[in-house]
């Protein structure tokens, strides 16, 4: 049973322009939400992360935006750029370990 | 400190072998867990150690299935008559207890099996 779901396997976005890459989850007790990015052949780097009790996390060009009504949160990252090409998952945690989504696949073209 | 370390990086093995791959977590990382990505799937969780407790094991971790950390640094994750269906990417993670929420994990870049 999935729990954290990104319905997007691929999103190709403009150099400059905004990347915005969704995930939904279904376990309303979930508290805490990350994004990690991935290369190939390397193993996930962590980028960005929520608590429940906010809606908005920014760090530089990555900002979190998280609605809980609706239980889906969304990286944006403004502007994109071709480093940014990566796999990007979501994850959601209630404990000790984090439930992860099977990521999307960005493409930034320059 | 290089991060964290997984060795080896690649192991093909006939099916019914055994197998072991070695995680050397950050130093100070007080907690190490195993995730296990199969392709087209996000990572999946197996267990994690606090020091060398395991306290966590995930139902996906059948009795073919071991892993130890003794004395709190390295781990190891064996996985007796393997078969087919173990073939996936073994990614080892570590994590200072407490800021692992807010701050994620450290992975490592994984081990990846192929049971042929």
């Known amino acids: 049973d999935q729990q954290v779901k990104q319905n997007s396997p691929s999103l190709s976005v403009q150099e400059g322009r905004i990347s915005i890459l969704n995930c939904d989850y279904t376990?309303?007790?979930?508290?805490?939400f990350l994004w990690y990015k991935k290369y190939p052949a390397e193993g996930p780097t962590f980028l960005i992360s929520?608590?429940?009790?906010?809606d908005k996390n920014e760090d530089g060009r990555f900002t979190v935006f998280l609605n809980k009504s609706a239980k889906h949160l969304s990286l944006h990252i403004v502007p994109s750029q071709p480093g940014d090409s990566a796999v990007y998952f979501c994850?959601?945690?209630?404990?000790?370990?984090?439930?992860f989504g099977t990521g999307t696949s960005l493409t930034v073209i320059p | 400190d290089t991060g964290v370390s997984q060795d080896p990086r690649h192991k093909i093995t006939k099916r019914g072998q055994n197998v072991t791959f070695r995680c050397d977590p950050i130093?100070?990382?007080?907690?190490l867990y195993w995730y296990r990505q199969t392709l087209g799937q996000g990572p999946e969780f197996l267990t994690y150690?606090?020091?060398?407790?395991?306290?966590?094991k995930s139902r996906l971790l059948s009795d073919r299935f071991s892993a130890e950390r003794p004395k709190g640094s390295f781990s190891t994750l064996e996985i007796q008559r393997t078969e087919q269906g173990d073939s996936a990417m073994y990614l080892c993670?570590?994590?200072?207890?407490?800021?692992?929420?807010?701050?994620?994990?450290?992975f490592g870049s994984g081990t990846r099996l192929t049971v042929v």
């Open positions: 929520i608590s429940s009790i906010k």
């Open positions: 130093s100070e990382h007080n907690r």
């Open positions: 994850a959601a945690s209630t404990g000790n370990q984090f439930y």
């Open positions: 150690f606090q020091n060398e407790a395991q306290l966590e």
């Open positions: 993670a570590s994590s200072l207890g407490g800021r692992d929420r807010a701050y994620g994990y450290t």
């Open positions: 376990n309303s007790m979930f508290d805490y």
